[in-house]
């Protein structure tokens, strides 16, 4: 006999984080460690660190050439990094 609400085990496991409240602290965690798979190695082995607050991505930068850069490409990075997550996360990428 089969049952007609199959569910997938990636949805029992996402419903489950989500009854929880932990499925936004993962994908804020999957977003930040997609930081370098987005941006690219060269950028970031300019990276000094990134966390997510008010979601708002904070990345540090050791060069200031760079950072200037990046910040005229800020909203496609936002893209990138949420499409990539599969979510809305981040609204905005701070560079200091």
Excluded: H
Excluded at 4 to 10: N, R, Y
Excluded at 39 to 60: C, H, K, P
């Amino acid at each position: 006999m089969f049952r007609k609400d199959v569910k997938t085990i990636k949805d029992l496991i996402m419903q489950n984080l989500r009854s929880q409240g932990l499925e936004t602290p993962l994908l804020q965690k999957r977003l930040v460690e997609a930081w370098p798979i987005v941006a690219g190695e060269m950028i970031a082995g300019y990276t000094m660190n990134t966390y997510i607050r008010n979601q708002t991505l904070v990345v540090s930068l050791s060069s200031p050439a760079l950072r200037s850069d990046l910040s005229m490409q800020r909203q496609e990075l936002v893209g990138k990094l949420n499409s990539f997550v599969g979510a809305q996360i981040i609204t905005d990428i701070r560079f200091c």
